[in-house]
């Protein structure tokens, strides 16, 4: 028997003495994060970290008459370690809830969550197959093509007819990319050529100088969270901000994390983004001030994956009244619907991926700080590449 047949086979039996049941009957329910708090991505786990301990310093640590206990291990964006450590975190901490972050990871995390048969929570990426990988699997965050498709019909509705897109290259920036082009190109409009940029350590600058080449009048670009404030300066640097192309993408590269970073560079670039610090509701202003306040920064649409995601887990607890079967849990969850600092929410019960609305935004400068200011609101937006599917 091979080593890795012979490690698997001793996590599902580690799986079994535990006892489907047993879980339910514990005084605590542990809820365990995979999420990167160093290397690239550190600024991810930053929030998502941030986040969800924001939510219980609100609600405090007690469901249904079960103590909450929140456990957060650093996978340094490296799958394998996030695999490893949903393993053990099943296996030696009795984790009840997984919490994953970006693609990868969730990807990687999907078949140990099936086969210990643990409820989690996808409270980052934004990739569509992510949830179809685990059954397991219910999504707080968003999918890039409930973005990307409604940024592209805005572009044509305003002109847009020839466009360059510059993308990360992995899972997130194909898929934005694709659902933008195709429905940019249904619209009526042409992407004259896709540019993918190394996720690790980009340098956008020979690909903005390649888009600029190509005389577009819109130029899409997905890069993730994080990476915003590099790829700011890079597009001021080639003079890009005032050369009358339309900078347009999903609400990424807008990120309220790094605008504060980037002067007046992106004022005027419109992104379709599912949350903004600029929300105009009461529970936003709310949270954005909670958060300011516990952090020193302002928060971000990766927080509120996180936020909503223990939102999502403490209501579930109090439906089943603290019974953690995933099975039960999952079914708790399938169709909740609440109200969030980005707005309305709910869990589609077919494909466990969040609706939400996704808001037109423009960056503007208010109180001496750029933020995005939304002006146009598309409801209850499902995840495009699920509902193309099933027609």
Known sequence: MSIKHFAAGCFAVAIAAL??????????????IVAPMTGTSA?????????????????GNTVAGKTIELIVRDDASVPDNAKRLAQEMIVNDHVNFLGASL???????????????????????????????????????????QQSGIIADWAIKNGSRKAVSVLSDWAPGAEAGKVFEDSFTKGGGQVLETLKVPLNNPDFAPFL???????????????????????????????????????????????????PTTGDTMLGVVTAGIYSAAHPSKLNRDYVAAYQKATGHRANFISVGGYDGMHLIYEALKKT????????????MKGMSW????????????????????YIRKVEKKDGAPWAVEFATFEAVKDPLKEAAAK
């Open 19 to 32: 006892g489907a049941g047993g879980a339910a009957a514990q005084d605590t329910i542990k809820i365990g």
């Open 43 to 59: 600024a991810v786990g930053r929030e998502i970290s941030a986040a969800t301990k924001l939510y219980m310093d609100q609600h």
């Open 103 to 145: 693609t990868p990871s969730a990807m990687s995390m999907a078949p140990i969550a099936t086969e210990g048969k643990v409820a989690t929570v996808v409270m980052v990426s934004g990739t569509s197959i992510v949830t179809a990988k685990s059954p397991y699997y219910v999504r707080t965050s968003f999918t890039l093509g």
């Open 209 to 259: 100088q390649r888009a600029s080449d190509l005389h577009p009048d819109t130029l899409f670009v997905f890069v993730p969270a994080g990476q915003a404030g590099t790829f700011a300066r890079q597009f001021a640097e080639r003079g890009l901000d005032k050369s009358g192309i339309k900078l347009v993408g999903p609400g990424d590269i807008v990120d309220d994390d790094d605008l």
């Open 321 to 332: 009244n603290g019974n953690t079967d995933a099975d039960t849990v999952i079914g708790a």
């Open 339 to 358: 109200e969030s600092p980005r707005g309305p929410i709910s869990i589609d019960p077919r494909t466990r991926d969040i609706v939400q609305n996704v």
